[in-house]
């Protein structure tokens, strides 16, 4: 695509708005109205009401003393969440490479990002049938996954309710289980063995084990996983890869600093 075409696609007070964020970052101090128009050469009335969006969606901070403005608290936990996904990722990298040699299956990592399961990285079975996912792409329904039912085994109760009162129970498969009791019991397991696993709940032919990864106060901060075709992964290797996996997670966590 050709530079003229490069700024048809972009959105001028988009863009404008990250020059704000851009220029709070660098700033040593926090800078007034006057001052970012000024640096920025945007006119004072679009100027005004990015400042108010940005404001209003908690990214920049006008202080009401000096009305001058500096960022929130919202782009510190942004940061914080990248900064922690990085880390997780290369924290995690050599328990996946292993486990992708052992298994030949597809390895997965994925973090909780405000309610919603995010895959943050994957190495693809070498075989040829297998499974794949975008990195950055979310598991949907939490009770129909193995990843989903690691957060939901080691949930607040009141957290999860809400969570399940949210997204229901519902019948994706023949397989999923809709009933809270049996889903209960299911999560009890969870807990006795140190990982759950997925019979064909989510998506038909298809088995996943997971097991969490703890940080130092001994939260669920990610979830290790291996996905693959029930053909390959029978009961008995479904429950080999569950040990495995839930080893190579409690390896992670002990680095962490939990206390597992």
């Known amino acids: ?16 708005g990250l020059d704000v964020l851009d220029l709070l970052a660098a700033a040593e101090c926090d800078l007034g109205f006057v001052e970012i128009a000024r640096r920025l050469e945007i006119p004072k009335p679009s100027l005004l009401r990015i400042l108010r969006t940005l404001t209003h969606k908690g990214f920049i901070v006008r202080n009401e003393a000096t009305k001058k403005y500096r960022l929130g608290l919202k782009i510190i936990r942004i940061g914080n969440t990248v900064l922690g996904r990085i880390e997780l990722r ?12 052992c298994t030949r299956e597809t390895v997965e990592l994925s973090t909780l990002d405000r309610d919603q ?25 939490f009770h129909a996954n193995a990843v989903g039912k690691v957060y939901l085994a080691y949930m607040n109760p009141e957290k999860r309710r809400k969570v399940l009162e949210k997204i229901g129970l519902p019948k994706i498969t023949d397989y999923t289980i809709t009933e809270m009791e049996k889903l209960e019991e ?3 397991g969870v807990k006795a063995r140190g990982y759950a696993f997925e019979d064909q709940e989510l998506r038909l032919g298809l088995r996943r084990v997971a097991s969490p990864i703890f940080d130092r106060e001994n939260k669920v901060i990610g979830c290790l996983s291996v996905a693959g075709p029930i053909f390959r992964i029978d009961h008995r290797r479904r429950d080999e890869i569950g040990e495995m996996v839930r080893l190579r997670a409690r390896e992670l966590s002990e680095r962490i600093g939990a206390e597992v």
Do not use: F, T
Not at 1 to 16: D, G
Not at 90 to 101: D, G, H, I, P
Not at 117 to 141: F, K
């Open 186 to 188: 299911d999560l009890e």
């Open 117 to 141: 399961l995010i895959l943050i990285d994957q190495i693809e079975s070498p075989e040829g049938i297998r499974l794949y996912q975008h990195i950055g792409s979310a598991y949907p329904y």
């Open 90 to 101: 290369n924290l995690a990298r050599e328990a996946m490479m292993e486990l992708s040699r």
């Open 1 to 16: 695509m050709k530079l003229n075409e490069h700024r048809k696609e972009v959105i001028p007070a988009l863009s404008r």
